[in-house]
Structure formats: C-alpha cells, structure tokens
C-alpha cells in the first residue's frame, strides 16, 4: 500500500508564492516519476510539472519560468514550488507517484485571488 501525502496550499494574492508538499510513504521500491496535476472548476485535470527518474523534467506551457520541481529521492517526496502566482493557478492541485501504476494524493487546494 501507497499513500501520498500532500500540503502546503492555501489562500494567496496575485504574485505571491506557495510552496506545494508530498510525501510518498509505503511499499516504495521503484519510483518512475512524480509530479503534479492541477484541475480547475469545470476544466479537465491538466499536468502541471513532472519529474522523471534519470529523465529530466517538464511543465506546462502556462507555468514555465514561474514553477519549479524537485524531488528528495531519500524523503520520497516532491515539491512544486510556485512563483508569481496568478488567478488563473486557481485549482486543487494532485500529487502522484508513477511507481509501476500511478498513486494520486488527496489534493489541495491553491487560491489566488486579491
């Protein structure tokens, strides 16, 4: 059993920052990948960032220059770590773990509003 252990969201201003948290904790043997998802009211669930083992990482277009990925390979944890923040990053925010099948956070939820 795996479980992800997200934090660190919260209620922001326009150009603040946040710093996302989550812990993978459990029969961790392997891990591919992790990263982070975003779904905003009535939208689909985007990808945000990953982190791919040995593979370097990705964004999306709207968060380049502004988020940041990282991983502790000996925590088994990762962070998103989210700069000049805007209105339209308003979203719950999903962690996961690529380990083989893929194990989701509960998520968390980023608002940034004035």
């Known amino acids: 059993q795996v479980q992800l252990v997200e934090s660190g969201g919260g209620l922001v201003q326009p150009g603040s920052s946040l710093r996302l948290s989550c812990a993978a904790s459990?029969?961790?043997?392997?891990?591919?990948?992790m990263g982070w998802y975003r779904q905003a009211p009535g939208k689909q669930r985007e990808l945000v960032a990953i982190?791919?083992?040995?593979?370097?990482?990705n964004y999306a277009d709207s968060v380049k220059g502004r988020f940041t990925i990282s991983r502790d390979n000996v925590k088994n944890t990762v962070y998103l770590q989210m700069n000049s923040l805007k209105p339209e990053d308003t979203a719950v925010y999903y962690c996961?773990?690529?380990?083989?099948?893929?194990?989701w956070g509960q998520g968390t939820q980023v608002t940034v509003s004035s």
């Open positions: 982190d791919i083992s040995g593979g370097g990482t």
């Open positions: 459990g029969s961790i043997f392997n891990i591919y990948a």
């Open positions: 996961f773990a690529d380990l083989g099948r893929n194990y």
